[in-house]
């Protein structure tokens, strides 16, 4: 059983917004999404913790993009606005389940333990 799900990626107009959805059936004390681009390396793009719901958010979402986290059904959702064709990439989710860091959640890659499959978001017009 895949741990992690991410569902909600697909093609939109520069300008648009989509939501982006992680399912997981494990206990985390963290949600990361990071994002790849062809060519590129994975950055973090956002991350939310368990137990209060701090937020830590890359430089470039510049507010665009909102995490939010719904403990009822273990899920954690990406709510992105005001999309650019340099947001294109497949976005992953990913789980910190030691909660092994101090201060916001982190925003590097291996800092995370389980990773999702990930989803396409294409910005084009």
């Known amino acids: 059983q895949t741990p992690l799900v991410e569902s909600g990626g697909g093609l939109v107009q520069p300008g648009g917004s989509l939501r982006l959805s992680c399912a997981t059936s494990?206990?985390?004390?963290?949600i990361g999404w990071f994002r790849q681009a062809p060519g590129k390396e994975r950055e973090g793009v956002a991350s939310?913790?368990?137990?209060?719901?701090?937020?830590n958010y890359a430089n470039f979402t510049r507010g665009r993009f909102t995490m939010a986290r719904f403990l009822a059904n273990n899920t954690f959702d990406l709510r992105m606005n005001n999309l650019r064709p340099e947001d294109t990439a497949i976005y992953y989710c990913?789980?910190?389940?030691?909660?092994?860091?101090?201060?916001?959640?982190?925003?590097?890659?291996?800092?995370?333990?389980?990773w999702g499959q990930g989803t396409q978001v294409t910005v084009s017009s």
């Open positions: 990913a789980a910190e389940v030691t909660g092994d860091w101090s201060g916001p959640p982190p925003l590097l890659a291996r800092e995370y333990d389980l």
């Open positions: 939310i913790s368990r137990f209060g719901g701090i937020t």
């Open positions: 494990r206990f985390t004390y963290a």
